[in-house]
């Protein structure tokens, strides 16, 4: 009895052998377009990465940050240059949101007004300061202290 179930066993291993060894031949002989493609590709993708790391590799270095140092002094804006400029109270409530990166709906439902609102203090404080676009409008701001 013992005989008759190693014997089944070592058969039934052979036959999954066989098995294994004939899916494999039919993997390699049916994809092997598939497979010598996958393989060039990243052979290149390998090459690729190497030369980009080697000849970029002295231009990485550190990167420089700006930090703003405070004076401990809360900021005063300058109301002398906002009157010469002729920017309102409210065009330079809505610049100052603006600078905290809200768009003109955050800022619309802060102050309960309308995103038209919004849109003309913006266009009007834009014109004021000479800018054209909101990122410009608010380094403006920011150099002429009107904005911290």
Same mark, same amino acid.
């Given at each position: ?81 906002? $009157?010469? !400029? %002729?920017?309102? #109270? &409210? ?9 905290? +990166? *809200? ?23 834009? $014109?004021? !300061? %000479?800018?054209? #676009? &909101? ?9 002429? +202290? *009107?904005?911290?």
């Amino acid at each position: 009895m013992v005989r008759h179930i190693l014997l089944f066993g070592l058969v039934g291993g052979i036959l999954v052998a066989l098995l294994r060894w004939a899916d494999y031949r039919f993997l390699v002989l049916e994809h092997s377009l598939e497979i010598y493609g996958g393989l060039i590709a990243a052979t290149f993708a390998v090459l690729g990465i190497w030369l980009g790391r080697r000849f970029a590799g002295a231009r990485h270095g550190r990167v420089a940050r700006e930090i703003m140092a405070g004076s401990g002094a809360p900021f005063v804006p300058d109301d002398k240059k906002r $009157d010469d !400029l %002729g920017i309102t #109270r &409210r065009e330079l409530e809505i610049l100052e949101l603006v600078a905290q +990166g *809200l768009s003109n709906r955050e800022i619309a439902g802060k102050l309960f007004v309308s995103e038209n609102t919004v849109k003309t203090h913006c266009s009007r404080a834009f $014109d004021k !300061l %000479g800018a054209r #676009r &909101r990122t410009q409008a608010v380094q403006l701001g920011k150099q002429l +202290g *009107l904005i911290p």
